[in-house]
Every structure is written in structure tokens, then in C-alpha cells.
């Protein structure tokens, strides 16, 4: 009897002085965050993105104050992607032309065939036209976010690809890259 007397009165201090300090036995804001219900938002996975794209450019005319060296580009894209399946595109491109090639700017406005739209931002390098007049050219494209599955859209994709200056037509594709939406 004596022992468990003991035992009793051995837990009823801890017990005690547990209560006294609420940091013992009162979870944290933390743990009072992490507990609550509500919705769970999980990371959007990173899925591999690839595709082909063909384009027919269009030369805008200059705006005040552009530099000689600067040419404004529309284009109208047709394009085969992930995620996306046939897809059409817009874009803006501003090229600044200097004595080793273009580099570029393009802001790109894709629309799956559903509506929804995927915005991004490419940004990249040519080269000086090659013997049949082709300028070759590479880079990286940055998602900015988009419409629909699209919204919170996230990813980068390298591309490489040539355009035609005689005709303004041109293609590139999609080397490697990861979307997230």
C-alpha cells in the first residue's frame, strides 16, 4: 500500500507542476497552426515539360525614342506541349541587335485548347545569320502564371530554335524544363 501511496503522490506533484507552467502541457502558436482545420495546400509538383513551336513574325513598326539597333517583333505560334496538347500563342518580342547577334526579350501568351493560358517570359541569344540566312538561337523561358490549372502556374524550360529573316518564319523547341500548376 505504501508504494502505491507513493507512486500517488509522486504523480499528483508532477501533475501540479505541470500545471503551473503552461509551456509543459499548452501547445505552441505553431503547434495551435499546424493542428488547425482547414484546407491543406500541397506543393504543385514539378512535371517535365517539352514541345515544338512554329512561328510566323511580324515587324512592328518603331516607337518613339527606340534605339536604331532595336526591332519589335509580334508573333503568331502554333505549338505541340505538355500539359497544354495543340496550342496557340502571342507573343511581343523586343531584339536588340549588336555586332555578335541578336539578343532577346519575348513575352509569350500560350492558350491550351481548353482557355486556359500559361504567361511567361523567354529571354535569350542569337547568332549572326549562317550561310542560307538562318539565325540560330537559344535561351531560357520563365512561367509568370496564367489562367485557369494555370493560375499559380511556376517553371523555367531551356529552348533552342532558328528563324528564317527572309521569310520571318522560324521554330524552336523545348530542351529541358519542369511546369508546376
Given at each position: 500500500?505504501?508504494?502505491?501511496?507513493l507512486t500517488t503522490?509522486?504523480?499528483?506533484?508532477?501533475?501540479?507542476?505541470?500545471?503551473?507552467?503552461?509551456?509543459?502541457?499548452?501547445?505552441?502558436?505553431?503547434?495551435?497552426?499546424?493542428?488547425?482545420?482547414?484546407?491543406?495546400?500541397?506543393?504543385?509538383?514539378?512535371?517535365?515539360?517539352?514541345?515544338?513551336?512554329?512561328?510566323?513574325?511580324?515587324?512592328?513598326?518603331?516607337?518613339?525614342?527606340q534605339p536604331p539597333?532595336?526591332?519589335?517583333?509580334?508573333?503568331?505560334?502554333?505549338?505541340?506541349?505538355?500539359?497544354?496538347?495543340?496550342?496557340?500563342?502571342?507573343?511581343?518580342?523586343?531584339?536588340?541587335?549588336?555586332?555578335?547577334?541578336?539578343?532577346?526579350?519575348?513575352?509569350?501568351?500560350?492558350?491550351?485548347?481548353?482557355?486556359?493560358?500559361?504567361?511567361?517570359?523567354?529571354?535569350?541569344?542569337?547568332?549572326?545569320?549562317?550561310?542560307?540566312?538562318?539565325?540560330?538561337?537559344?535561351?531560357?523561358?520563365?512561367?509568370?502564371?496564367?489562367?485557369?490549372?494555370?493560375?499559380?502556374?511556376?517553371g523555367s524550360f531551356?529552348?533552342?530554335?532558328?528563324?528564317?529573316?527572309?521569310?520571318?518564319?522560324?521554330?524552336?523547341?523545348?530542351?529541358?524544363?519542369?511546369?508546376?500548376?
Open positions: 500500500m505504501r508504494y502505491s501511496l503522490a509522486v504523480l499528483a506533484s508532477a501533475f501540479a507542476l505541470g500545471c503551473g507552467d503552461d509551456s509543459l502541457t499548452s501547445p505552441g502558436g505553431d503547434q495551435v497552426a499546424a493542428s488547425a482545420p482547414g484546407p491543406s495546400f500541397a506543393a504543385a509538383p514539378a512535371r517535365p515539360f517539352k514541345g515544338t513551336c512554329t512561328f510566323v513574325s511580324t515587324v512592328l513598326p518603331p516607337e518613339l525614342g539597333n532595336e526591332v519589335r517583333f509580334e508573333q503568331d505560334v502554333v505549338c505541340h506541349l505538355t500539359h497544354l496538347g495543340l496550342t496557340t500563342a502571342v507573343t511581343l518580342e523586343i531584339a536588340t541587335f549588336t555586332p555578335t547577334g541578336p539578343v532577346f526579350v519575348t513575352t509569350v501568351t500560350y492558350t491550351a485548347a481548353n482557355g486556359d493560358q500559361l504567361f511567361t517570359t523567354q529571354t535569350g541569344t542569337g547568332t549572326l545569320p549562317d550561310q542560307s540566312g538562318d539565325i540560330h538561337f537559344s535561351g531560357t523561358e520563365t512561367v509568370t502564371g496564367g489562367t485557369g490549372r494555370f493560375a499559380d502556374a511556376s531551356s529552348f533552342a530554335g532558328s528563324v528564317t529573316p527572309a521569310t520571318r518564319t522560324g521554330q524552336w523547341e523545348f530542351l529541358s524544363g519542369t511546369l508546376s500548376y
